[in-house]
């Protein structure tokens, strides 16, 4: 399918869904009253304060993973990367949480995001040091590694939370499941200028992946310098995963599902592969947000659940696909 028509189809659901978004919830916002703006004002009050900074951290969540998930299976050469399962998720969310031990996001929020960095940028680095090697092997040393230390930062954050106080637990919930309810003005105009500058960083490098997607040495014999590429490439990630983390939680499976099923349509080629995936995952996650929101009257289903309800069974089908 062609790259043009795939853009197309993004930008014609961009609209549907952000109405959706919008409209869904325990206060419900009718269609009439969105187009029209004959709003009530409990319904500019839910909008405002709302339902609009959820939307614009989920749109800018989704699409922080999904290139993600792009860069790291161009990165790897593997469709089975994902921030989540290659434990980058997880290292964020780890030292997310050690940060609001210290107290210090409580005297400046952006010592939030930095912890977060912290541990996506170190979780990266375990994984890559774990899963190298020259044979046939790599891609599954590089998925075990991934999930071992996914595991092992999933432990040791729960061990540190043995020691923590409520409002900290109460913290550590959001980032377990992701949640994007409880977003407000202030983090979205912190959070979403430098998460859209990292992205569009990234996007822009979609020849070196291209090169580095073939391997190594031959990314080398056409001139790259495939070892600097490849560490600075996996820290710009590390940094947009631990943005992605701070406005979102952990959120699993987007990065996975998005950039494969985009690859299958338009091929491999991360020029345009990264921002169209950048697109997609902004419109996945807002959908499956709005989907919990709706299939649970007078509640909500946390996002995290509806994107592994949806990615499980696809990684375990790729898995099996793929011997």
């Known amino acids: 399918m062609k790259k043009g028509t795939i853009t ?63 860069g790291l299976q161009g990165l790897f050469g593997n469709p089975l990367a994902d921030p989540g399962i290659l ?11 050690l940060l609001l031990l210290t107290g210090l996001p409580a005297v400046n929020y952006l010592f939030l995001p930095l912890g977060a960095f912290a541990g996506a940028a170190l979780a990266s680095f375990l994984v890559g040091l774990l899963g190298r090697g020259e044979d046939s092997n790599e891609r599954v040393r590089l998925l075990l590694a991934g999930v071992a ?44 200028p430098l998460l859209l500058m990292v992205l569009i960083v990234l996007c822009l490098w979609g020849r070196p992946l291209n090169l580095l997607s073939l391997g190594e040495e031959q990314a080398l014999s056409l001139g790259l310098d495939a070892p600097h590429w490849r560490k600075l490439v996996m820290g710009w990630i590390s940094l947009l995963m631990g943005l992605a983390v701070c406005a979102g939680g952990n959120i699993g499976f987007v990065g996975l599902i998005i950039p494969h099923m985009l690859r299958l349509l338009t091929g491999p080629d991360h020029r345009s592969l990264l921002p169209l995936s950048a697109l997609g995952g902004a419109l996945f996650l807002v959908l499956c947000d709005s989907l919990g929101r709706a299939l649970l009257p007078g509640g909500e289903i946390r996002v995290g659940i509806v994107t592994a309800l949806f990615g499980a069974p696809y990684f375990l089908w790729l898995l099996r696909r793929r011997g």
């Open 8 to 70: 197309g189809i993004l930008l014609a659901a961009l609209s549907p869904v952000c109405l959706l978004a919008l409209g869904t919830g325990q206060v419900p916002v009718p269609l009439t009253h969105l187009i029209g703006g004959n709003l009530t004002p409990l319904e500019q009050n839910v909008l405002w304060n709302l339902r609009l900074p959820r939307l614009l951290l989920g749109l800018g969540t989704g699409a922080a993973l999904s290139a993600s998930g792009a």
């Open 87 to 97: 434990g980058v998720s997880g290292g964020a969310s780890l030292g997310a949480v």
């Open 149 to 192: 230390v996914s595991l092992f930062c999933g432990a040791l954050t729960a061990g540190l939370l043995s020691f923590a106080p409520d409002a900290v637990m109460r913290q550590y919930f959001f980032w377990t499941l992701g949640n994007l309810g409880v977003g407000t003005w202030q983090q979205a105009a912190i959070l979403l």
